[in-house]
């Protein structure tokens, strides 16, 4: 696997390194009359920014084809085109995703701040307002934006399918119910009002469960940016190892983030969502994937630290 991320960096390297000379540079020959009159009589034409595109572009597509040549012949062609692509790549689409999703954000802060976040009517029409788990939660995109631009590139790529599929999964398992509302709305399906009242109902909302489920959803965010703001550079969605965080939260539990995400979804699912045995299997499902989840983490971060991760583990928690 090493030879393979280092065949890739060189592959990039001198792809790159071609696409990005100027038209007169290389096989100049001082020996060869002809070859330097050729070459000197370049100097003088017009660059074709085009051919250097289209030149980039077949270094690139020659590369990722090399690399997927050269991974183990039963890799499946997906893995193989996830070896194949560039570090940088993901950070690129990381980043992009999370400051989009920041940016649609900002003007709820502008129209008014104190309203953002959870709330909860009272009778006799007074209200409560709890911004601060949303803006916990854009911190936390904040942070996992700004590690996808500065993150380290990783001892070894993941290379295995778990160690894909189940982290994406479990990172996105959370938003799967308003991924299907929102595919309600633009569908305008005739389903949408009965979902929307069997996802959150507020007839069964109570203020102890506002109070209980809107500190787990502070404590859990919480928790969440010290982790992220500790992780940062090594912060990856998938089963990578990049450097061992041995500081912060990382002091007293070996995976703090997924400890946070999970009480916040606790709750999300306790103060929102119907009493119901979909919503709690729902809830349960995410748990199970966030442990399994952490098992090929530490798995992967045994192999790469060894000693050095066997004695942070045995002075730490696996979750509490």
């Known amino acids: ?33 002809s070859g330097g009159m050729s070459n000197i009589s370049r100097l003088f034409q017009p660059i074709n920014h085009d051919r ?46 999370f400051l989009g999703y920041l940016t649609l954000q900002v003007p709820d802060y502008f129209s008014d701040f104190w309203r953002v976040g959870a ?11 709890l911004p601060w788990g949303r803006i916990l939660i854009d911190m936390t995109f904040l942070l996992i934006a700004l590690a996808f631009c500065l993150r380290v590139p990783p001892r070894q790529r993941a290379d295995r399918p778990i160690q894909i599929i189940l982290p994406f999964a479990a990172a996105f398992w ?7 509302e929102a ?6 399906a005739a389903w949408l009002p009965s979902y929307k009242q069997f996802m959150m109902d507020p007839a069964t909302w109570s203020a102890t469960r506002f109070l209980v489920g809107s500190g787990l959803i502070i404590l859990g965010n919480a928790l969440d940016v010290w982790g992220y703001g500790t992780l940062l550079r090594s912060c990856s969605i998938v089963a990578e190892a990049r450097e061992l965080k041995v500081t912060g939260p990382y002091r007293i539990v070996r995976h703090p983030i997924y400890l946070g995400q999970m009480l916040a979804q606790s709750g999300v699912w306790l103060f929102y969502a119907q ?17 399994w989840r952490s098992r090929i983490e530490d798995a992967v971060l045994e192999q790469h630290f060894g000693e050095r991760y066997a004695r942070w583990k045995a002075r730490t928690f696996w979750f509490v």
């Open 1 to 33: 696997m090493f030879s393979l991320v280092s065949a890739s960096a060189s592959a990039w390297s001198v792809c790159l390194m071609r696409a990005s000379s100027p038209p007169w540079s290389g096989g100049l020959n001082a020996n060869d009359a």
């Open 52 to 97: 250097r595109r289209d030149a980039a572009s077949t270094c690139i597509i020659r590369a990722m084809t090399t690399n997927m040549e050269n991974a183990a012949p039963h890799t499946p062609l997906l893995i193989r085109a996830w070896l194949a692509a560039p570090d940088w790549l993901f950070r690129a689409i990381g980043a992009a995703t």
């Open 119 to 129: 709330y909860f009517h009272f009778a006799g029409g007074r209200s409560l307002h």
């Open 183 to 188: 595919a309600g709305k633009w569908t305008g």
């Open 174 to 180: 959370p938003f799967l119910p308003f991924v299907v």
């Open 275 to 291: 009493r119901h045995w979909v919503w709690a299997a729902f809830f349960f499902c995410f748990v199970a994937m966030q442990l």
